[in-house]
């Protein structure tokens, strides 16, 4: 059955047409779609885990499979299953390779909404904290504006009318003292806000750079697995192939003798 692929991707190169998917092909892009991932690469990653799945279809059945082809095959077959329209895509395969792709195809939905979830659980928890921001930041705008104007009404309010006149020049200096420590206070919490943002975006930025490195090394592991399961499978074809050709040795040396 790969043999057939690729023949059929060697075939598509000197036509150059587009590879045509198989039931077996499909199950082979859907298992290792599930093991890439690329729907949870972070931002600029994606291409990347996508080249990678390209890739290893090209080991099985040939460079004919591009990475927009393979790309599109997964976007078509999930919106398939979704609209439960799994008919119009069966290709030649057996009735094995159909359900074990339905079942594939179920996982990966899962995955991607699991995915899309945490993404937008990301994204609301990014636009709080900016909210949070913006809500501390004009709290301690108005708390000082009010601070400053009751005591310019007190100020005011103090001075006798008699007065008003001759104690203009000298009440400027406690006016312009108050105003000046009012400021002083709304720039020492305004810091003192900021400081507690650079914090936590500090810890966040930590926290973010953490998970992509687990998230790398976890990627990283899980290709090597995948490159020593497709190795030891490429093995197991070859000996395979080896005995098969080996008892037909066998034979048509018996059949020589008779």
Not at 91 to 107: F, K, N
Not at 213 to 223: C, G, I, V
Request: with cysteine; glycine share 4%; hydrophobic share 35%.
């Amino acid at each position: 059955m790969e043999e057939d692929a690729e023949v059929d991707a060697q075939f598509a190169l000197r036509r150059n047409t587009a590879f045509r998917f198989k039931g077996c092909t499909d199950v082979e892009l859907l298992k290792e779609v599930n093991h890439v991932r690329p729907f949870e690469a972070p931002y600029g990653e994606v291409r990347k885990r996508w080249t990678e799945v390209s890739e290893h279809l090209q080991r099985i059945y040939g460079t004919g499979i591009t990475v927009n082809a393979t790309r599109k095959r997964f976007d078509d077959l999930m919106t398939a299953f979704q609209e439960e329209t799994m008919a119009a895509l069966r290709a030649s395969g057996t009735e094995e390779e159909y359900e074990e792709r339905e079942q594939l195809l179920q996982d990966n939905h899962d995955l991607v909404d699991t995915a899309s979830v945490k993404k937008q659980a990301c994204k609301d928890e990014k636009a709080r904290q900016n909210e949070r921001r913006e809500s501390d930041g004009e709290r301690i705008r108005d708390a000082a504006m009010t601070t400053i104007k009751r005591k310019l009404c007190e100020d005011d309010d103090s001075l006798e009318e008699p007065n008003r006149k001759q104690g203009r020049s000298s009440q400027r200096v406690p006016d312009t003292a108050a105003v000046v420590a009012s400021l002083v206070e709304m720039v020492a919490k305004a810091n003192e806000v900021k400081a507690n943002e650079v914090r936590v975006q500090r810890d966040n930025n930590l926290l973010t750079q953490q998970k992509l490195e687990l998230e790398e090394k976890r990627y990283e592991l899980d290709k090597a697995e995948r490159e020593a399961r497709f190795s030891l499978e490429r093995r197991e074809r070859e000996a395979q192939l080896e005995f098969m050709q080996g008892t037909l040795e066998v034979l048509k040396s018996f059949l020589n003798k008779m």
